[in-house]
């Protein structure tokens, strides 16, 4: 029990394969490399894939967090789409919705780096090196950063006991509406997804619970900030198993109709024999 206990301590650099794969890195982009187009296995390059970008509601980008390269390819994104003209938000995992005023006052240009870094450290462990040419972007462009994780002490409780220990308080730092009940096709689709160490079950379906809990409280952060930003496109900033069709695109998909896109960076060879042809619309070649 001490072993499985301190594994679920470490979720974020052991367990976790492609969520924040924190162990494993992948190849880096190669500049003007084509991306595969998976509905018609077609190589297109960048502009074509980011004029269909300009006609969607939201933009996933997936990542390996430690990977440097794949932090160029959303930076690219990012910057062809506000250099095309488009109006875009920039949705981060690395930040729970709780610090949002933070990343406002960054923004405007009304809090400085070094407490920016802070509140940065605060919510991420991996180095503020991987992030901060996003960060900079965004404030030297005026772009709205969306701070949308869930809340901290409630996942990990989640993680370790499962969504029916939540107390009335802490479930009210959930949306209301949001519910975790885990079915089969989606523990298959953890199990696919993740190097799992642990044979006790209790702790698998409970590390399923958080995992689609995180999803469904960022696709319910995404829907409202939408519906209260009706001329953007937000690009998703986020670990390629929460930007995976499965992740948070079908949790937002069952809150709205918006069309959705979502780019994965190139894979190491497991990771990337892992996808499924519905879990992207864009691949990238190493």
């Not at 900033?237 to 948070?248: D, E, N, S």
């Amino acid at each position: 029990m001490k072993i499985i206990m301190r594994l679920l301590g470490r979720l974020a650099t052991v367990t976790i394969f492609l969520f924040s794969a924190g162990c494993m890195s992948a190849g880096k982009v190669v500049p003007g490399a084509p991306f595969q187009r998976v509905a018609d296995n077609r190589q297109v390059g960048f502009h074509e894939m980011l004029a269909d970008f300009r006609g969607s509601r939201v933009v996933f980008i997936g990542e390996l967090h430690d990977n440097p390269g794949h932090h160029q390819l959303q930076l690219e994104v990012i910057n062809g789409l506000h250099r095309s003209g488009a109006k875009i938000a920039i949705a981060l995992e690395m930040f729970r919705a709780e610090d949002q005023l933070q990343l406002d006052s960054w923004v405007s240009g009304n809090l400085g780096i070094l407490e920016f870094m802070d509140v940065y450290r605060r919510n991420w462990t991996l180095p503020w090196g991987l992030y901060d040419s996003i960060f900079l972007y965004a404030r030297n462009n005026g772009i709205p950063l969306i701070a949308m994780n869930a809340p901290d002490k409630v996942m990990q409780k989640v993680y370790r006991q499962g969504f029916q220990a939540l107390t009335a308080e802490e479930r009210r730092l959930l949306p209301s509406e949001v519910t975790c009940s885990v079915d089969k096709p989606y523990m298959n689709f953890v199990r696919r997804n993740f190097v799992w160490h642990s044979s006790d079950e209790a702790t698998f379906i409970h590390f399923c619970e958080a995992q689609l809990l995180r999803n469904k409280f960022m696709a319910h952060h995404l829907s409202a900030y939408l519906d209260r930003n009706p001329g953007e496109i937000v690009v998703v900033v986020t670990g390629v198993g929460h930007a995976m069709r499965r992740g948070i695109p079908d949790e937002l998909a069952e809150l709205k109709p918006v069309k959705m896109k979502i780019l994965m960076p190139p894979l190491h060879e497991l990771a990337a024999e892992s996808l499924q042809k519905g879990d992207a619309d864009y691949l990238t070649k190493m």
